[in-house]
């Protein structure tokens, strides 16, 4: 959020700073009361010196049991402030960590609740996005010693000026105004370094760290060497870089002015003050005493260290409990008994302007076998994103008989255990991975079913993309075991040869009867054997029937079977004439 004048920026932070202690307050109450109590008195043990070391001057030379009990206080003082300051650290540290944690499980909590489609949508990712650079950067720690910092200061510079303020009532006043000001220009100066977020500069500063990603994630990193693309990136990068920096740099010399005059007006309420002290008081100890405590005001002024992390952590609270408001407010989806029932669903994804489905109407009774088909992108995966509940559609219902179990096109590949990956810590995974065909793969794997899925974990191994796909077929097959009463298989044989691919369909066609099947695929072969086939295009469904039925309609499946049966029978000719 930016507002145009600075004092409403001011309160505005203010204002999100409020919900740093409503998370510490959350993660902790008894804990966050006892660390804020701690920290003002510890700040306040300096004020407390102060007052002492006046005391002891003032029993120097004739009044000696005035000194001893003054010089006593300034010992108790200090030796307050670093018991105090022992224990805070320990505080702080507990609390820190606690921070940290709420915030996660705020954003996870409210993250996993919600439709994926609110993921996708511009502004959603833009800010978990945002909270994931905060968190690469810092990992939200550090907060609370910040806030710890901040709360001393500030109580050390109330303590001066109350000390300051029985000299005359306008001292503090005018020393208060000078601090403020210097903090104003600092913080103006230091913001086009930290704002980025606001500025041009992000844009710049995310497309660079995006260049750098490609250079150093796997995935990218891999096709960046094959293709020899690294001449190409690294001067992109170098730009990209330089001109975010650009932004900030052109920021700071801006405001460089504001501090340089800010810094005249704080020496300028240091004279006005130490010359009315000078002139006005007449003992050793009161200008001790008011010299100390005019010099102890800087508290009220920029705290370094502190304010950084803090405005950072205001930005990450204000994010995230933004996003855990709006996210939790996202519908979950419906359940009916036995059949499966779209009526005129609509699905647009955010940013697009054009549907992808445009009226789906589809009855699907318990038990059948159906396979969905099409042409690339017609929509064929975003109708399993629908049934699954991933996404919800903005116009038509959907409903669902019970749990659905699926193989979307694009599964997570965890980096967890082998057992994990299939059953997340529960179920029978050995007869799921035999059910899969994929009982082989432990042969392959050097701590069996323990074994981390993943080339870069120490002693982890990677799977080929069927290896993988036999992975997620169990996952969804044990999940059918534990009760689902629909498994949905998008493009499940992409990635397995002929073999592979014929026992998964055997398979598949086993389950039918007890469970409703939906299989999308583009294997026309494997797809005709299916009890009914719809084909999607145009946003719609605009054929429905067996593979005889369909064949003898002469439409689109038709069409696109032949074609492939066509290409099949001249692959093989092909393969014949090579031999010969
Ligand atoms: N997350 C997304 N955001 C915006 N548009 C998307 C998104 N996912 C898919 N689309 C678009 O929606 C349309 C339908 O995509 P979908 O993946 O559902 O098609 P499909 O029939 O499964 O295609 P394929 O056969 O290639 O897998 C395409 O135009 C695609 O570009």
Not at 96 to 123: N, S, W, Y
Not at 323 to 328: G, I, P, S, Y
Request: glycine share 10%.
């Amino acid at each position: 959020m930016r507002t145009s004048s600075w004092w409403a920026g001011a309160v505005v932070d203010r204002l999100r700073g409020a919900g740093i202690a409503t998370l510490l307050w959350q993660a902790g109450r008894w804990r966050f009361t006892l660390f804020c109590v701690l920290a003002v008195l510890q700040g306040l043990a300096p004020a407390a010196a102060i007052a002492a070391s006046g005391v002891l001057v003032s029993g120097l030379p004739n009044n000696p049991a005035q000194a001893a009990l003054g010089l006593a206080l300034f010992g108790a003082s200090l030796l307050t402030g670093t018991v105090l300051s022992a224990v805070l650290d320990h505080q702080a540290a507990v609390l820190d960590g606690r921070f940290a944690r709420t915030i996660h499980e705020t954003v996870a909590k409210a993250t996993l609740r919600t439709a994926v489609a609110h993921l996708a949508d511009p502004e959603t990712s833009g800010e978990l996005g945002a909270l994931a650079e905060f968190e690469r950067v810092d990992g939200f720690v550090g907060t609370v010693t910040a806030l710890r910092e901040l709360l001393r200061q500030r109580a050390t510079g109330i303590g001066a000026a109350v000390v300051l303020a029985t000299f005359a009532w306008w001292a503090p006043i005018v020393m208060f105004l000078g601090w403020r000001g210097l903090s104003f220009g600092v913080r103006k100066w230091l913001d086009h370094g930290m704002n980025l977020g606001a500025q041009q500069g992000e844009t710049a500063m995310r497309r660079a760290r995006y260049l750098r990603g490609l250079a150093v994630d796997s995935p990218a990193a891999k096709e960046i060497r094959v293709f020899g693309l690294a001449g190409w990136l690294v001067p992109l990068y170098r730009d990209s870089y330089l001109a975010a920096l650009e932004v900030v740099w052109a920021g700071r010399k801006l405001g460089m002015r504001t501090v340089f005059a800010a810094t005249g007006g704080v020496l300028l309420a240091h004279l006005l003050v130490l010359t009315a002290i000078a002139q006005t008081t007449s003992t050793p100890a009161e200008i001790v005493v008011y010299a100390q405590a005019v010099l102890s005001t800087s508290a009220l002024g920029y705290v370094f260290g502190a304010e950084i992390p803090l405005a950072r952590a205001r930005k990450v609270t204000a994010l995230a409990l933004s996003l855990a408001r709006r996210l939790t407010s996202a519908e979950t989806p419906k359940h009916t008994a036995n059949t499966i029932q779209l009526k005129d669903v609509h699905f647009t994804y955010p940013g697009r302007d054009e549907p992808v489905l445009a009226g789906v109407d589809l009855i699907v009774p318990k038990g059948q076998s159906l396979a969905i088909v099409g042409e690339n992108g017609a929509g064929k995966s975003t109708l399993v994103n629908l049934l699954c509940g991933i996404y919800q559609p903005q116009k038509g219902e959907i409903a669902m008989p019970g749990k659905v179990s699926a193989i979307v096109q694009r599964f997570t590949r965890f980096e967890l255990s082998l057992k994990d990956n299939i059953g997340f810590g529960e179920g029978d995974v050995h007869r799921a991975l035999e059910r899969a065909g994929g009982l082989g793969l432990l042969d392959d794997l050097p701590h069996g079913w323990d074994t981390v899925l993943s080339s870069s974990h120490p002693n982890g191994r990677d799977l080929s993309g069927g290896q993988w796909q036999k992975v997620a077929l169990a996952r969804a097959l044990l999940a059918v075991e534990s009760g689902a009463d629909t498994l949905i298989m998008d493009e499940p044989s992409a990635n397995l040869d002929v073999l592979a691919e014929e026992e998964l369909f055997a398979r598949f066609s086993e389950l039918a009867g007890d469970i409703t099947t939906i299989l999308v695929s583009h294997r026309l072969a494997s797809v005709r054997h299916a009890g009914r086939i719809v084909v999607v295009a145009d946003g719609r469904i605009v054929e429905d029937g067996t593979h005889t039925e369909l064949m003898a309609a002469n439409g689109r499946y038709a069409a696109m079977y032949s074609l492939q049966a066509d290409r099949f029978a001249e692959d093989i000719a092909g393969k014949e004439w090579s031999h010969a």
